[in-house]
């Protein structure tokens, strides 16, 4: 993986200072947590805030322990600056995605880096399309198999809705991650056009499924 550049712990930094911040300090938490209503009342600075607050350690962990192993490949492809854009990208696009998709829930709430590391881990399957993944740390599988079956499962969650979980900030994220890369490295199209095309397929359903009001 090499070492990571500092923008990238910076980010991290951030990450785990503000989260703590919010495990202590309830109002603080609650000033800028991802909140449908308020946001729609002109509180915009929660599509950022959001991102950097957790709901506890394990979830703060889980985030950064995935950003800390697929950042180091976006940054080595396309420097620090498409990194930054990747990341904030993904993040604005996987809130606003589910701003959409609960904006007749004025009560929903959501906070964590989740669609913005899930972005990153996009963009690093299509720079990296051989990468490999350990599924529960220890089974090896293709990268590109687990982030096609991960947005499947998140359609299909965002159609149950049977758990609390931001999966259509997740799918979002993948979805700023996906469309950001390729205008960053267009060269992804003519060296890794399979990939392209495969990652492109749960996008796809999801606007078909939108269209249709399925969702």
Do not use: C
């Amino acid at each position: 993986m090499g070492g990571l550049d500092f923008i990238v712990i910076a980010i991290i930094a951030a990450n785990v200072l503000i989260s703590f911040k919010g495990f202590n300090d309830y109002e603080f938490f609650n000033r800028y947590k991802f909140e449908i209503s308020s946001i729609k009342g002109g509180d915009k600075i929660r599509i950022l805030s959001s991102a950097f607050l957790h709901v506890d350690t394990t979830h703060l962990f889980v985030n950064m322990l995935t950003l800390y192993f697929f950042a180091s490949s976006v940054v080595s492809f396309i420097g620090t600056g498409g990194f930054l854009l990747v990341y904030f990208g993904s993040l604005a696009l996987g809130n606003l995605l589910s701003l959409q998709f609960h904006k007749n829930e004025p009560h929903y709430t959501a906070v964590g880096a989740s669609g913005a590391v899930v972005g990153v881990l996009y963009a690093a399957i299509l720079l990296q399309p051989d990468m490999m993944l350990g599924l529960f740390f220890i089974i090896p599988i293709p990268a590109y198999v687990f982030g096609i079956g991960y947005l499947f499962y998140s359609i299909w969650a965002m159609k149950a809705r049977r758990d609390n979980v931001g999966h259509d900030a997740h799918f979002g994220g993948a979805m700023g991650g996906y469309f950001i890369t390729l205008l960053l490295s267009p060269w992804v199209l003519q060296e890794h056009l399979l990939m392209v095309v495969l990652l492109a397929l749960p996008i796809a359903v999801l606007f078909v499924l939108q269209k249709m009001g399925k969702l």
